[in-house]
């Protein structure tokens, strides 16, 4: 089945410091991937996406790229900033009928705080 | 362009009463999802419609729920008689797969439901 397994928070952080958040994932046939944000108070947020293998997602200074042999995608940005604080979903969707855009599997979500 | 809105934003009823939450997905995405996250677990998928079908209602819990989307426009979910354990955060994702690059899934703020 589809699942996907994502780095337990929470994760404190310096600001300006690297970050990764892994993310990996179990599918039966080749799923898109991605990344939401729920920044406090909001509701998710698409981050960025990648729907096929070696696609690198990228938005805001965070990227993530799809590695089909490790079956990974993890979340990577240089120099956080406490802008940055929010919980962060890695999710893949499976092929519905052909298409790429099935239903949604997320993972448990990691917290990031950043101090300044 | 305005994004997925779902209304209310909050809503807290008792045991034994019917609740509708609806939701406006992005003009001219064709697929629209239905989630929901109880508290303290991960963000589980209820249904997605393909314009007024519904592609897979594998995800609703039992026949309490009902799912609409006359007209393949907004959508309504409709819990009755509402339960203790229905109390969580309820999603609604819209995405237009059909151009290139696929376009979301896009998430709503969320409704919060709470029954008491």
């Known amino acids: 089945g589809n699942s996907v397994t994502q780095m337990e928070g929470p994760v404190t952080l310096s600001e300006e410091a690297f970050l990764t958040i892994n993310c990996t994932y179990t599918?039966?046939?080749?799923?898109?991937l991605f990344w939401y944000v729920q920044y406090p108070g909001e509701g998710l947020q698409l981050l960025l996406k990648?729907?096929?293998?070696?696609d690198k997602g990228s938005n805001k200074g965070f990227e993530a790229t799809y590695r089909k042999e490790t079956t990974s995608f993890h979340l990577e940005k240089g120099s956080v900033q406490v802008s940055d604080s929010a919980v962060y979903f890695c999710?893949?969707?499976?092929?519905?009928?052909?298409?790429?855009?099935?239903?949604?599997?997320f993972g448990r979500g990691t917290q990031l705080t950043v101090w300044p | 362009e305005a994004g997925v809105t779902q209304f209310p934003s909050h809503s807290v009823i008792e045991k034994g009463q019917t609740v509708t939450l609806r939701c406006d997905p992005i003009?001219?995405?064709?697929?629209l999802y239905w989630y929901r996250r109880v508290m303290g677990k991960e963000i589980k998928f209820l249904l997605h419609?393909?314009?007024?079908?519904?592609?897979?209602e594998s995800g609703m819990p039992n026949n309490r729920f009902l799912a609409e989307r006359t007209g393949g426009t907004y959508s309504t979910l409709k819990v009755q008689p509402a339960e203790l354990e229905d109390s969580g955060v309820y999603f609604c994702?819209?995405?237009?797969?059909?151009?290139?690059?696929?376009?979301?899934?896009?998430f709503g703020p969320g409704t919060r439901l709470t029954v008491t």
């Open positions: 419609f393909v314009k007024e079908s519904k592609q897979d």
């Open positions: 599918a039966t046939g080749y799923p898109s």
């Open positions: 003009s001219g995405h064709d697929n």
């Open positions: 990648a729907t096929k293998a070696d």
């Open positions: 999710a893949l969707s499976d092929k519905n009928r052909g298409s790429t855009l099935g239903r949604l599997y």
């Open positions: 994702a819209s995405s237009q797969e059909w151009v290139r690059p696929p376009e979301g899934p896009y």
